[in-house]
């Protein structure tokens, strides 16, 4: 499950890296009492060789590209066009992000625009300023590591918002950061022996995947609701300890298992300008790091 999709129904839909079909696809819409937005950005076909994929909203007003890192002085960064009124040429902003070493930073396909006056965090005394929208954009960071017999991936999304004040435009680069999506498949079986204690299940694998969506009661800032799912294979294994700890592995154990204590739901709220769960959330690392 490596792409993003929408699946659960919050308002009228939710997101979730998953398999099922991209944002682009299904071009949904969320919508909060408060009037805060959650569209699919599109991907834009008309890039260049070797440029980086740029995703739009379907009225063009938003533009979002995921630029890598130029050395120490330009780190990779999230390029966000926004295109304001009738001006002929889209407002540029760049919203750093810290990626891993051999890491890679993407879009992610979603926007959160925000109701009328709503995000600036103050008063908004110019009313050309007041006028322009703010938003949520947001940026995977992947990175990955190999093992003997296996290797894993696993990405974190970062969320940034842009609010737009008196004197200017505000980045705020990390509102929220979420583990999103991880694949881990460790073992191997190196001899006959390995086979059979192993029922011929040589690898173990996990998997971890994660959504978010508006909640139905709005504010100011949006509330979020944020969902995981992790699962692992054979059943009865962890990335804690030796999957044969207990014994060679039975035909009973070759299955999916979900992992009850990683999968979960949490509400984010904005709080002291980021956004903090309403539990705190459990120790997941065995899947969601690589």
């Given at each position: 499950m490596n792409?993003?999709?929408?699946?659960?129904?919050?308002?009228?839909?939710?997101l979730?890296?998953?398999?099922?079909?991209?944002?682009?696809?299904?071009?949904?819409?969320?919508?909060?009492?408060a009037g805060n937005r959650l569209e699919a950005l599109l991907l834009q076909g008309e890039q260049g060789a070797g440029e980086p994929e740029r995703y739009c909203t379907a009225d063009g007003q938003w533009c979002v590209r995921a630029l890598p890192a130029m050395g120490e002085d330009q780190p990779a960064a999230l390029e966000v066009a926004e295109r304001a009124g009738d001006?002929?040429?889209?407002?540029?902003r760049r919203v750093p992000i810290n990626v891993v070493d051999d890491g890679d930073l993407r879009v992610w396909p979603f926007i959160v625009r925000l109701a009328p006056g709503a995000g600036a965090g103050q008063a908004v005394a110019d009313?050309?300023?007041?006028?322009?929208?703010?938003?949520?954009?947001?940026?995977?960071?992947?990175?990955?590591?190999?093992?003997?017999?296996?290797?894993?991936?696993?990405s974190t999304l970062q969320l940034a918002?842009?609010?737009?004040?008196d004197d200017g435009v505000q980045v705020d680069a990390d509102v929220l950061s979420v583990a999103w999506s991880a694949n881990k498949m460790i073992r191997a079986c190196f001899s006959e022996r390995d086979f059979d204690q192993r029922a011929g299940a040589c690898h173990d694998e996990y998997s971890f995947d994660a959504e978010l969506a508006l909640a139905t009661e709005g504010q100011d800032m949006p509330v979020l609701r944020y969902r995981t799912e992790a699962s692992n294979y054979p059943a009865g294994v962890s990335?804690?300890?030796?999957?044969?700890?207990?014994?060679?592995?039975k035909k009973k154990d070759l299955r999916?298992?979900?992992?009850?204590?990683?999968?979960?739901?949490?509400t984010f709220r904005f709080?002291?300008?980021?956004?903090?769960?309403?539990?705190?959330?459990?120790?997941c690392s065995g899947y969601t790091e690589p």
């Open positions: 792409s993003t999709r929408i699946a659960y129904a919050v308002l009228s839909g939710l979730l890296a998953s398999s099922l079909p991209a944002a682009a696809d299904v071009a949904p819409v969320q919508q909060d009492a001006a002929a040429e889209p407002r540029m009313p050309q300023q007041a006028a322009l929208q703010n938003v949520l954009v947001g940026g995977l960071v992947e990175a990955r590591a190999m093992y003997s017999g296996g290797g894993a991936s696993a918002r842009i609010r737009h004040l990335p804690q300890r030796d999957s044969l700890a207990k014994g060679g592995l999916t298992e979900q992992d009850a204590e990683c999968s979960y739901t949490r709080t002291s300008g980021a956004y903090q769960p309403d539990q705190p959330l459990p120790e």
